[in-house]
């Protein structure tokens, strides 16, 4: 069982694509202190790679340093979804959180219950589900072909169905917590309306690199909430960068 589990972990985890050549000219970049270009060119490996967690953090890095702190986060977001037991990319990602006001890790949780419970990604969270569903599903079936083992197949029939239900009820636990239509808001002073509109009052100053909830869209204009604050509102869609 534990070979399985960790054969099934390396397959759901993020592929690490094999360095382009111009990635070490990426890092020369920004190791000269050129951010601006750094971030240019690591956007472009990331666009050719986007299921690279050192990619996405590399891009981070570099946006971070020329002061673009919302697509920082963004960058930092999409690592932490594909690699979430990368401590670097979990310590980068809280910082710039902080740098907005908002904290990594909810109010009121221990961070080490935190880490456990966003230690799996989405991604792998959802090939253990349903790979125990399928294991559930195929245990029933054979023991009511086969009545004679019937009694020796149930007791790992209810166990698969009850690790199924564990994985199903983590996965959807952690879509609430982090979903997946999330975004970040990238300019620097984004105002939250009552209305898709300007002609509609602004309720709140949403601070750059602030995670939000993208609920719908109407236009030019989505309709958000704050993850942090829980406040409703609509805002340009030129303000938000979606994760996914």
Not at 122 to 149: I, N
Request: hydrophobic share 55%; with cysteine.
């Amino acid at each position: 069982m534990t070979a399985l589990l960790a054969a099934l972990l390396a397959l759901a985890a993020p592929a690490r694509a094999a360095a382009p050549p111009d990635l070490a000219a990426a890092r020369g970049l920004y190791d000269a202190g050129r951010y601006d270009e750094a971030a240019a060119a690591f956007e472009s490996l990331a666009a050719a790679a986007p299921r690279d967690a050192a990619l996405q953090y590399d891009l981070g890095a570099a946006l971070f340093k020329a002061g673009r702190l919302g697509r920082a986060t963004a960058s930092f977001e999409r690592a932490f979804a594909l690699d979430p037991r990368d401590s670097d990319v979990r310590e980068n990602l809280a910082f710039a959180l902080r740098r907005a006001g908002e904290d990594l890790v909810p109010p009121g949780t221990p961070p080490a219950l935190f880490w456990l419970f966003t230690a799996l990604s989405e991604r792998e969270l959802a090939g253990l589900h349903w790979l125990c569903a399928w294991a559930a599903l195929l245990l029933a079936a054979a023991a009511f072909a086969a009545p004679r083992r019937r009694e020796a197949l149930a007791p790992w029939a209810a166990g698969a169905a009850a690790v199924w239900l564990f994985f199903g009820l983590w996965w959807l636990g952690l879509r609430s917590v982090l979903p997946p239509s999330r975004g970040v808001v990238v300019a620097a002073k984004a105002e939250l309306r009552h209305g898709p509109g300007e002609t509609f009052g602004v309720a709140f100053i949403v601070p750059e690199g602030r995670r939000v909830r993208v609920l719908g869209a109407s236009g030019a204009w989505l309709e958000i909430g704050l993850l942090k604050e829980g406040a409703r509102g609509w805002i340009a869609a030129s303000s938000v960068e979606r994760l996914f």
